[in-house]
């Protein structure tokens, strides 16, 4: 073993069973690290694109390369329910993001939930192919912090499955805008034309025009109809 040198110059030995010290090491990318504002979970590190969210499917914490993957900066959609930014589908079509959304379900008893294909909808309306990870880490007083860690799986659509029923040639999410489906599933869920307007800090006018685009791309005659079909086709 090589000496090492005290202060004055003079070799002094490293002492017995005391290892050297490691050889400097590359820094590893840090921008997949997210910091949360509880004390309990503290720092979570991921290279994938993560977001946290919790019991209420909010968004806690977005990762950049959850910006990456998705357009959205951690800003924008922190505090927002994730079924709002995601979006998710699955290869089908039929959508997995959702106030029912199974993966909360599942953590609200203690579950976890096996990773599975997902397609998200990005800032800029395109279609963006992920392989959802889910972790559910349990809190103090029955809380609880569901983990997701998106990877891209490929840059075209999966194959869908074979045809099995009349229902299979109907247009799937990705034939309405990112838009048009977050208007479609507002009207799902009761709101009318002025609150869909105050949602999404848009006019009047132009959820008038998004609501008249949507009847033409599902062939139907008004709003109720579209209410109707959105969830026959899985848009809802």
């Known amino acids: 073993m090589a000496p ?88 089908d079509g039929h959508p997995v993001c959702g106030t029912s959304c199974p993966v909360t379900r599942n953590a609200r008893r203690g579950r976890g939930t096996a990773s599975y294909p997902v397609t998200a909808i990005a800032r800029d309306g395109s279609p963006r192919y992920l392989d959802n990870t889910v972790l559910v880490l349990e809190g103090p007083r029955g809380s609880f912090r569901v983990v997701h860690l998106l990877r891209e799986t490929c840059e075209t659509p999966p194959a869908r499955p074979a045809k099995s029923g009349p229902c299979d040639d109907m247009p799937l999410a990705e034939q309405l805008t990112r838009r048009e489906l977050e208007v479609l599933r507002l009207f799902a869920r009761g709101a009318t034309l002025a609150e869909v307007a105050s949602e999404l800090s848009i006019s009047l006018l132009t959820a008038r025009n998004h609501a008249t685009n949507i009847q033409h791309k599902l062939d139907v005659r008004n709003r109720l109809q579209m209410v109707l079909e959105g969830p026959r086709r899985g848009l809802v």
């Open 4 to 91: 090492t040198h005290g202060s004055e110059g003079t070799p002094s030995p490293v002492p017995v069973g005391q290892a050297e010290p490691p050889p400097d090491e590359p820094s590893l990318e840090s921008d997949g690290t997210v910091l949360l504002d509880e004390s309990w979970l503290g720092k979570i590190a991921a290279t994938d694109g993560l977001f946290v969210t919790d019991d209420r499917q909010r968004v806690r914490a977005w990762s950049l390369a959850a910006q990456r993957l998705l357009g959205y900066s951690a800003e924008e959609v922190v505090g927002r329910v994730c079924y709002d930014v995601v979006m998710g589908s699955r290869p």
